[in-house]
């Protein structure tokens, strides 16, 4: 996933909040490019998260996990379990970027704890030389700029060293500028548009959240060549259709 981000490619992943193998399984096997696990609004626990990275592995898609905060630990716990890589909200510096990356990679890259005996080192069973190469090439690390203050240091983030791109979060991001809920605000629009421009220019890759299917074109006319739907509003909107549909026709 990494190299195809490096490449430009147009991607589409999936926000998984439930805490179900079976759900992560679903989203893969649908044909999504990849998954995040999301354990900042979701309900996830250590084991859960590491039986969800099992399964997306096993229905072959990259799956990072969108961490609750910004330390160290939770970056760890995250890749020692397996992650393809990491989401971290609210990243408002150039300084935390790069802070962030240090603690998805190991030395000389970064300050990552070593442990082959985690699932990521397929519990002691590759060989040390193996997984440090297979960490440094293949671990994603995004930020996600949601806040206003953010606004202004988007080309220094962009910038930060071994950050692959940045995720802009549409909802706090509407909420920060004075518009809550309305992302669609002409407001909130130029910030967005402005800090792509600023993503795209400094190299990266800019991502972001997608409503509906007919919302992924506008999205790659204004730059993004990643979108992430959510699995919880493509099933509740996919029951409540029905149910609608249902008693409409009864």
Do not use: W
Request: charged fraction near 20%.
């Amino acid at each position: 996933m990494k190299k195809r981000m490096k490449a430009g490619e147009n991607l589409i992943g999936c926000f998984i909040m439930l805490p179900s193998a079976s759900v992560t399984e679903m989203v893969a096997y649908a044909g999504f490019d990849f998954v995040i696990l999301d354990t900042e609004h979701g309900a996830a626990t250590p084991e859960t998260l590491e039986n969800q990275l099992r399964a997306a592995e096993a229905a072959g898609v990259p799956a990072l996990v969108r961490t609750v905060g910004m330390t160290a630990g939770e970056i760890l716990r995250a890749l020692d379990a397996g992650a393809s890589g990491i989401l971290v909200p609210h990243v408002c510096t150039a300084q935390e970027a790069a802070s962030l990356a240090e603690a998805a990679h190991y030395p000389p890259y970064g300050i990552r704890g070593l442990a082959t005996t985690a699932r990521a080192g397929k519990h002691g069973l590759v060989k040390l030389a193996d997984h440090l190469k297979n960490a440094y090439e293949n671990t994603i690390v995004l930020v996600q700029v949601e806040d206003a203050r953010a606004l202004d240091d988007v080309p220094a983030i962009a910038k930060a060293k071994n950050v692959d791109g940045v995720f802009i979060g549409p909802a706090d991001l509407s909420i920060s500028l004075g518009h809550p809920g309305n992302p669609g605000h002409p407001d909130v629009v130029a910030a967005i548009d402005k800090a792509v421009s600023e993503i795209v220019a400094a190299g990266s890759s800019p991502s972001t959240f997608a409503r509906s299917p007919s919302e992924v074109g506008d999205l790659r006319k204004r730059s993004f060549p990643v979108a992430v739907f959510s699995s919880t509003l493509i099933f509740t909107q996919a029951l409540s259709g029905m149910v609608r549909e249902v008693r409409g026709n009864g």
